[in-house]
Nanobody, 115 residues
């Protein structure tokens, strides 16, 4: 069983920044691609960013140039640095990993961008 625990969400004004963290109990963390998803009110959950074992990252178009995903394999933690936040970034942000046929999710952390 893998546990993922997100932190770092909160209320921020448009243009502000937040840094999300996801701590994992996954013993093979360094061998797995890690993802951040988000779910806005009334919308489907969407993939925001991914980072591979080699550190290669991918982003949804709407956050490119504003968000940065990174990982610390020694601490088994993945981060999402979010800059220039917009109201449309509001939602619950989830950490995710697939291991074999199993899919694991964190409990989510709320990000609200509002003035």
């Amino acid at each position: 069983q893998v546990q993922l625990v997100e932190s770092g969400g909160g209320l921020v004004q448009p243009g502000g920044s937040l840094r999300l963290s996801c701590a994992s109990s996954n013993v093979i963390f360094r061998l797995t691609t890690m993802d951040w998803y988000r779910q806005a009110p009334g919308k489907q959950r969407e993939l925001v960013a991914s980072i591979t074992t080699g550190g290669n990252s991918n982003y949804v178009d709407s956050v490119k140039g504003r968000f940065t995903i990174s990982r610390d394999n020694a601490k088994k933690t993945v981060f999402l640095q979010m800059n220039s936040l917009k109201s449309e970034d509001t939602g619950v942000y989830y950490c995710h990993v697939d291991i074999g046929t199993q899919s694991y999710w964190g409990q989510g952390t709320q990000v609200t961008v509002s003035s």
